[in-house]
């Protein structure tokens, strides 16, 4: 059984009187493959009745209730419930498998256990067909009508409508995917469907997926976004990506997402805005992991277990003197290597490759490339302001908007 | 406060937002710029051959309801963020999403047969015969999009699209009988003639143009244009309705002051221009095939890709550029049937050139009330719209529109019964 064939249909009375036409079927959302828990009647008397499926007796031609639609119980409407017709047809869903979108023709349902399921949803030509009624002029014409089935399983359906944007509905599917595949993902759909999936995922995982989406894009979302939402998202972003997206945004609007930013992030990113764009200071990070000189290479990696809570990339550790000058690095590596009592003093490069902040940043990724580094310290009158990982090295070079620069209508 | 964020902008707000208005300037004027194609060149010169100065009363109307329609589309691109055939499926259903895609395909394929002619009559002025040229312009179309440069492509379409100034030169080389313009802009000559009538619907058809709607709307929204700049993007879609109509109240000055007196039977824009040489001069004449050449080549490599595009994503087929034949075969094949068909069709020896231009622009007229009703009926809708509704003036100047253009194609039949 299709979708299809229950829009519309008249809804009888056991005695035979006819009530309506079906307007909406109700599925809960909390199983694998969605249990139809009501329907939406559009009653003659033009008002709208939600009978529940455990009195909905045999559908054929038409849907005959079990008992007189008078002695039903009304279902109530729950928030993690989908209406099927209203949020699903004809709209966009997310095919988890495939990372990609797709347009909803037509829903398969199936009856099990004496509950009616969905199964999946038609994307192909059969659902078209099906839908106009030309099923039966399209098989003489050779056009191949095999249906086109996606697993309900394997899909997401999304939320389009401007009002509900605040509602938090868990995408337990959409999780699985990688944050660049959400991006993907969120950059192909319309804004309110992009809002909803970043509302569904964790801080974490929505900032990660934020960093990867394309930069006009990132502006939208933010503006379109609660701001104190907007801020938590700034905050767990990493700050060289932060200060550039907040560098775009309009100027009152940055700096009220500034100030609703935890502090100590929000000073890191006002520091980092000072810098202009394309030299050293505008493409780094402030997060790196220093210690101060004198330690043993046990105590450095005991501090190092507790900043690698904050900071992503720790594969270099910089020392700096009493006074806060940059004076040497050591690498993991050279730590684990050496003996735990040896002062790092001892064995940590005095000799430290560096770029000043005010560095063009073409000149800095030459010279990761050059000195083959996983990461560059940058500095400020002998003092260290940031890093610039190979990863950001690599986007001055090969900028990661530059696949989706191929224009939207032409190229996708 | 800490005021060194702002350093990186300019301080002063009429430069930001000058600034800001250049980022998001685009949509508006090109699709202004591709509305003058050659369907458009061709109706406006023959409106100006045929009936002098009497038609210039349309274009005040013609500006503001453009504008206001205009002003529409972008607003709900910016704010869904999705493309109108998008919006018209998740509103409406398949099936009127269907019968619409059909009827933008028909209408669509005679703009490309109009754009294809086009090509065919400017070659035409310079001796280039037409199965070497309409070939090769489907090869240009066709590379465009193979090698995916269509930005860049589209950078020197619209710098040609200088050209059109040379209609305003012509138009004021014609020396026009300036009083008598201005009275006819304000003054409304009204006739029940089927002619007059079908003119009339092929300058509204032309002028605000169905597929338009639709490539507005999905500039915006591949511009990425956010809801705060909202407003400059009004003043973009604006300006571009009002650039169309001057060029168009151009191209008919010069057609009215000088073919319409002498009363020489004009078919085409190549009799224009024959006509316009010794009347205007030769320089008015080379520019007005040239500038008619211009706009016939970028509306031919813009209308058969997007007219597949909206097809195949509204009713959720595979669509790109990128992606082969197999993975797209419902994408190519319109996109590549589109370009074949037209030009076959025009390869023709002694088809009808004109016909075809006209009725295109008739086809689109009768189309446009259907595209407004869906675009009304979304953009009225809170739960796509949120506050951005329309108000009631837009809903107002837009209703008229429909009920005029559908008063004028409800007129043709009955004319041409009568």
């Known amino acids: 059984m299709y979708l299809s064939d229950l829009i519309k249909k008249p809804v009888i009375n056991p005695s035979g009187k006819k009530i309506g036409k079906l307007k909406d079927v109700i599925v809960s959302s909390e199983t694998a493959y969605p249990i139809i828990k009501a329907i939406m009647v559009n009653t003659s008397g033009k008002t709208v009745k939600n009978i529940p499926c455990n009195y909905i007796g045999d559908i054929g031609k038409k849907i005959i209730l079990k008992i007189p639609i008078n002695d039903i119980e009304e279902y109530t409407i729950l928030n993690n419930d989908i209406k099927l017709i209203h949020n699903v047809l004809d709209r966009q869903v997310v095919d988890i498998e495939d990372k990609k979108i797709r347009r909803v023709n037509d829903l398969k349902l199936s009856a099990k256990n004496g509950h009616y399921h969905v199964i999946g949803v038609d994307i192909g030509i059969h659902g078209i067909l099906k839908r106009l009624s030309l099923t039966r002029i399209a098989k003489p014409l050779g056009i191949n009508s095999r249906e086109d089935l996606i697993s309900w399983k394997d899909i997401d359906a999304l939320n389009s409508d401007y009002s509900n944007l605040k509602l938090k509905v868990p995408k337990q599917k959409l999780k699985k995917l990688h944050p660049a595949d959400i991006a993907d993902i969120v950059d192909q759909l319309g804004l309110n469907e992009s809002i909803t999936i970043l509302n569904s995922l964790d801080d974490e995982a929505a900032a990660d997926t934020l960093e990867e989406v394309s930069p006009e894009r990132q ?151 050059k000195y083959n580094l996983i990461a560059l310290p940058v500095i400020e009158k002998d003092k260290i302001r940031g890093i610039i990982t190979v990863d950001d090295a690599i986007d001055i070079v090969l900028p990661t908007a530059w696949k989706k620069r191929v224009p939207r209508m032409f190229g996708r | 406060m800490d005021y060194s964020i702002f350093r990186r902008v300019f301080k002063s707000p009429a430069v930001i937002s000058f600034i800001i208005f250049l980022s998001v300037m685009g ?51 910016i704010v869904s963020g999705k493309g109108l055939a998008d919006l018209i499926r998740e509103k409406v259903g398949i099936k009127l999403t269907f019968l619409m895609m059909i009827a933008l395909l028909l209408a669509n394929f005679g703009n490309v047969l109009a754009e294809f002619s086009g090509i065919a009559v400017s070659t035409g002025i310079f001796n280039v015969p037409r199965f070497i040229a309409l070939p090769l312009a489907a090869f240009f179309v066709w590379l465009l999009v193979v090698k995916g440069t269509y930005k860049s492509v589209e950078k020197v379409f619209l710098l040609a699209s200088a050209l059109y100034f040379s209609y ?25 003639d089927a002619a007059y009538i079908t003119m009339v619907i092929g300058l509204v058809g032309t002028t605000i143009a169905p597929w338009m709607m639709f490539y507005i709307q999905s500039s915006v929204v591949e511009k990425g244009i956010s809801l705060k700049n909202l407003k400059y993007s009004k003043m973009d879609a604006v300006l571009g309705a009002i650039i169309v109509n001057i060029v168009a109240f151009f191209i008919v000055i010069a057609c009215a002051a000088t073919i319409y007196p002498t009363g020489i039977p004009v078919n085409d824009v190549a009799d224009v221009s024959m ?64 370009i074949i068909t037209a030009v076959a069709i025009i390869l023709i020896p002694s088809v009808p050139l004109l016909s075809i231009l006209y009725l295109s622009q008739v086809a689109n007229g009768i189309l446009l009330p259907f595209v407004l009703i869906l675009m009304l009926l979304i953009i009225n809708d809170k739960k796509i719209m949120g506050e951005h509704v329309n108000t009631r003036l837009f809903n107002i100047i837009a209703i008229l529109t429909v009920i005029i253009v559908m008063g004028l194609s409800i007129g043709l039949v009955a004319t041409s019964l009568l």
């Open chain 1, 219 to 369: 502006v939208i979302l933010l503006e379109g976004m609660e701001s104190q939402r907007a801020a938590e998202l700034l905050d767990e972003m990493s700050p060289d990506d932060a200060a550039d997206l907040l560098a775009d945004l309009p100027d009152d609007k940055a700096e009220e997402l500034l100030d609703l930013m935890e502090p100590e992030e929000s000073e890191d990113l006002r520091k980092l805005l000072e810098y202009p764009e394309n030299t050293a200071g505008g493409v780094m990070t402030t997060e790196f992991a220093a210690v101060e000189e004198g330690l043993t290479a046990q105590q450095v990696l005991d501090s190092l277990r507790e900043m690698a809570k904050n900071v992503e990339t720790i594969y270099y550790v910089y020392v700096l003197s009493k006074n806060g000058d940059l004076v040497g690095v050591v690498s993991i590596r050279e730590i684990l290597l050496s003996d735990p009592d040896i002062n790092i003093s001892d064995f940590m490069q005095t000799d430290v490759i560096k770029v000043d902040v005010m560095e063009d940043q073409h000149e800095v990724a030459q010279k990761i490339a």
């Open chain 2, 275 to 338: 006509a316009l040489a010794p009347l205007a001069g030769q320089y008015a004449s080379i520019l007005f095939a040239f500038g008619f050449l211009n706009a016939s080549l970028f509306a031919a490599s813009i209308l058969p890709l997007s007219t597949a595009y909206y097809v195949c994503e509204s009713l959720g087929f595979e669509a790109g550029v990128s992606k082969s034949f197999k993975e797209a075969p419902v994408f190519h094949g319109l996109y590549l049937g589109l």
């Open chain 2, 168 to 192: 305003i030169v012509a138009g004021f080389m014609a020396q026009p009988d300036w009083g008598l313009a201005a009275q006819s802009m304000i003054m409304p000559q009204i006739s029940l």
């Open chain 2, 27 to 77: 949509p508006g004027i090109i699709t202004a710029n591709v509305d003058n194609d050659a369907g458009g060149i061709t109706t406006y010169s023959l409106a100006g051959s045929q009936f002098g100065y009497d038609l210039l009363w349309t274009f005040i109307p013609m500006i503001i309801s453009l504008a206001v329609i205009q002003e529409m589309g972008v607003r709900m691109g």
